[in-house]
């Protein structure tokens, strides 16, 4: 028997089978298709059997009714055509529908997955530079101690006080050798006969006069 799929506003499906020569489909108490969606009028359209077709008639709505979406006034239905009643769809079936359907609620909608929330990213302090290892020192430097600001030794510093060192050794090893030089030769100390030689008082002469 031919029948027709209507798939309401609220997600349930009505299966109407065309038992009766006419139809009535609307939002009307009195409908035998009754509609609640606003935009369907309270005699919205008809659907009629003549012999062995059925034909819908629209009843002039306010939203109209369409067949395969085209705004008819009267239209031949044929198997798989799809009707809308304003915002209705519907199906129109020659035969039973392929499957039996039964008013049904509509599927729940997939609830939101809940999601972690977010996680804080705090940013690592920075690790304090490590200062590098002091170099070992020479045993002037480690003398002396001098250091640079960096934690390094003063070689600036350093290096000027190995050039006097290095000028007071040769000095006195000069001094030294002299010393010694003086002694083999001249049989004296060099220091006495320096001194002599600087502070030495001056070589008195006589002067002697003759009387006339």
Known sequence: MASVVFYMEDGTTLVHK??????????????????TCPS?????????????????????????TRVNGAEIEEALLK???????????????AGDPPEVLEARPAAAP????????????????PAAASKPAG???????????GKSA???????????????IVTGLFVIAFVVGLAMR??????????????????GTMPKIKIERKEE
């Open 110 to 125: 997939p609830r939101e997955k809940s999601l972690p929330p977010p996680a804080v990213v705090v940013a690592a302090e």
């Open 79 to 93: 198997d798989g055509d799809r009707v809308g009643f304003g915002d209705v769809q519907a199906v129109f079936y």
């Open 182 to 199: 003086h002694s083999k030769e001249m049989n004296g100390n060099i220091v006495s006969d320096t001194l002599d030689k600087v502070f």
């Open 150 to 164: 960096g934690g390094y030794p003063d070689t600036a510093e350093s290096g000027c006080m190995t050039a006097i």
């Open 40 to 64: 369907s009028s309270g005699r919205h359209a008809v659907i009629k059997r003549r012999e062995d077709a059925f034909y819908v008639h629209d009843l002039d709505s306010s939203n109209g």
């Open 135 to 145: 170099r070992a020192l020479s045993p002037v430097r480690r003398a002396y101690g």
């Open 18 to 35: 065309l038992e009766n020569e006419t139809t009535t489909i609307g939002r009307h108490p009195e409908s035998l298709v009754q509609l």
